[in-house]
C-alpha cells in the first residue's frame, strides 16, 4: 500500500521545493511506500489563524488517497515552539485525525541552507569558502545573508529548490533545530502510517 503525503506550504518557492525535499528525505530513508502529493499553498499570515488552516487540511484530507498532512512554513518573529503547538491543538479540537504535523521553521527555511552551507559550497554561486554562522535560526534574514553571500545573488523561486536538493541535511539538522523537527516529524509518520 502506497500512503499519500500532501504538504500546506506558505509560499511560492516552497510549492515546489518542499515536496521535491520530503521525497529526497523519503528515498534517502529506503522508505518508497510514501509518495508525496502537490502541495497546497496559502499566505502565512492566514495560515497562523487556526479556522484557515484547519480548511486547508480539511482540502488536503480530501485528496484521494490522503494518509497524512505535513504544514511547514516560517515562523518569523513567532515562537515556533509556542505556535505549531497551538496550531496542532487547533486541527486536535477541529477533530481532524489524519496523521498530521505542524513545522515552523525557526526565522525561516532558508536558516536550513544556512546551517547546512558547507555542503552547498559551489552550488548556484555559493562561495567554495562561505561558512554557516554561529547559530543560523537566530537570524532574522536568512534570505537576505544568502543574496550577499552568493554571487549573483538568492532568489527564492530559483534557488531554494537546488539548494534544498543538496543540502546536507543530516549534518545541518544540528544547527537547526526546526529542520531536526521536521525529520523526526517524517519518522514519526511514517511509523504512524506503517
Known amino acids: 500500500m502506497t500512503h499519500l503525503i500532501v504538504p500546506i506550504v506558505e509560499g511560492h518557492s516552497e ?3 518542499i515536496p521535491a525535499f520530503l521525497r529526497r528525505v523519503l528515498t534517502d530513508s529506503h522508505i518508497f511506500d510514501f509518495e508525496v502529493d502537490r502541495a497546497i499553498r496559502e499566505h502565512r499570515n492566514r495560515l497562523v489563524k487556526p479556522d484557515v488552516l484547519i480548511n486547508r487540511v480539511r482540502m488536503a484530507e480530501h485528496r484521494p488517497g490522503c494518509s497524512a498532512v505535513l504544514v ?3 515562523a ?3 515562537a515556533a515552539c509556542e505556535l ?4 496542532l491543538g487547533s486541527l486536535e479540537r ?6 498530521r504535523c505542524v513545522v515552523l521553521a525557526v526565522r525561516e527555511i532558508e536558516a536550513w541552507l544556512l546551517a547546512g552551507v558547507e555542503s552547498l559550497r559551489g552550488c548556484r554561486g555559493i562561495p ?3 561558512s554557516p554562522p554561529e547559530n543560523p ?3 532574522r534574514g536568512a ?3 544568502l543574496d550577499r553571500s552568493m554571487k549573483a545573488g538568492y532568489k527564492p523561486t530559483i534557488d531554494q529548490l537546488p539548494l534544498l536538493k543538496q543540502l546536507d541535511y543530516s549534518m545541518a539538522r544540528s544547527r537547526a533545530p526546526s529542520l531536526d523537527k521536521l525529520l523526526r516529524d517524517i519518522d514519526r509518520m511514517v511509523g504512524v502510517l506503517r
Open 76 to 78: 518569523d518573529d513567532d
Open 72 to 74: 511547514v512554513f516560517d
Open 137 to 139: 535560526e537566530s537570524i
Open 143 to 145: 534570505k537576505e545573508w
Open 84 to 87: 505549531g503547538p497551538r496550531l
Open 94 to 99: 477541529a477533530g481532524i485525525t489524519t496523521p
Open 15 to 17: 510549492v515546489l521545493s
Open 128 to 130: 567554495e569558502d562561505l
